[in-house]
C-alpha cells in the first residue's frame, strides 16, 4: 500500500543542521497529520491540517515547523532540534477529521 | 494517551484466541479505532466502532461498549504474523485520534 509515502525513511542531523521531512497522500484526502512515536510511548499527534488550513496544534516547540502547500503534500521543517526530539515521525492523512486515518511508512530520525 | 489504557504486553499461543481490551473516557467520544502495528513499520487500520456491539472482519472482530466506555480486539486463529503492537485509539470532540500506549502481542508456536 503506498497511498501516503513519506521521505526521507531515516535521518540523523546534528542539533544546528536544519532539514525538511515530506509527506505525500495519492489518495485524495483532505486532512493530513503529523506524529511522533517515541519508545514505550503513545502516538502524539503535533499538527492537523484540514483543507490546507492548520486546525491543530498541540503545543510543539517552535524548532519543528509544519507546512501545507496543497491536499496532497505536508513538510516537517526541523532546526536546532535536541536529542530528546530522536523518535519516528509518522504522516497520515484521512478523508475529513475523525474518518479513518491512513500512515506513512514514517521517518527514523536521530538527533546527536 | 493518559485517557486510554490497555495492557502493555500479552503473549498466546498459534492457532489460539486472544482478547486485547481497552478502556477510554466517554466524554465527547466519537469512535473507536484499532491499528495493527508491526515493529519499525506504519500502523495500518483495522477496525472502527461507533455503535454498541461485535464487528467482525474475517480472524479479527472488534466490540465496543459506549456506556462502558469499553471496546476489545479478538483475534482468532492466531498466527506467527500475528506478532505485533495493537493500538487503541478514540476520536474525540476535538476532531483528532488519541492513541493508547499499545499493546504488544507475541505469538508463540
Known amino acids: 500500500e503506498t497511498g501516503v509515502t513519506q521521505t526521507p525513511r531515516h535521518l540523523v542531523m546534528g542539533m544546528t543542521n536544519k532539514k525538511s521531512l515530506k509527506c505525500e497522500q495519492h489518495?485524495?484526502?483532505?486532512?493530513m497529520y503529523w506524529y511522533k512515536q517515541s519508545a514505550k510511548k503513545p502516538l502524539e499527534l503535533m499538527f492537523v491540517?484540514?483543507?490546507?488550513?492548520?486546525?491543530e496544534n498541540n503545543s510543539v516547540p517552535s524548532r519543528f515547523s509544519p507546512e501545507c502547500p496543497n491536499s496532497s503534500h505536508l513538510f516537517l521543517h526541523l532546526h536546532t532540534l535536541q536529542p530528546e526530539d530522536s523518535a519516528l515521525y509518522l504522516c497520515?492523512?484521512?478523508?475529513?477529521?475523525?474518518?479513518?486515518?491512513?500512515f506513512g511508512p514514517g521517518t527514523r530520525l536521530l538527533v546527536l | 494517551g493518559q485517557n486510554i489504557d490497555q495492557p502493555t504486553e500479552m503473549t498466546a499461543t498459534e492457532g489460539a484466541i486472544v482478547q486485547i481490551n481497552c478502556t477510554y473516557q466517554?466524554?465527547?467520544?466519537?469512535?473507536l479505532f484499532w491499528y495493527q502495528q508491526h515493529a519499525g513499520e506504519a500502523p495500518t487500520f483495522l477496525s472502527y466502532?461507533?455503535?454498541?456491539g461485535l464487528e467482525e472482519k474475517g480472524r479479527f472482530s472488534s466490540f465496543l461498549s459506549r456506556s462502558k466506555g469499553y471496546s476489545y480486539l479478538l483475534l482468532k486463529e492466531l498466527q506467527m504474523k500475528d506478532s505485533a503492537s495493537y493500538l487503541c485509539?478514540?476520536?474525540?470532540?476535538?476532531?483528532?485520534?488519541?492513541f493508547g500506549s499499545g499493546t504488544q502481542l507475541t505469538v508463540l508456536p
Open positions: 485509539a478514540e476520536s474525540g470532540s476535538a476532531r483528532q485520534l488519541t
Open positions: 497520515a492523512s484521512s478523508r475529513n477529521p475523525q474518518e479513518t486515518q491512513y
Open positions: 466517554t466524554s465527547g467520544f466519537n469512535g
Open positions: 489518495l485524495g484526502h483532505n486532512a
Open positions: 491540517y484540514s483543507l490546507e488550513e492548520r486546525v
Open positions: 466502532n461507533v455503535l454498541d
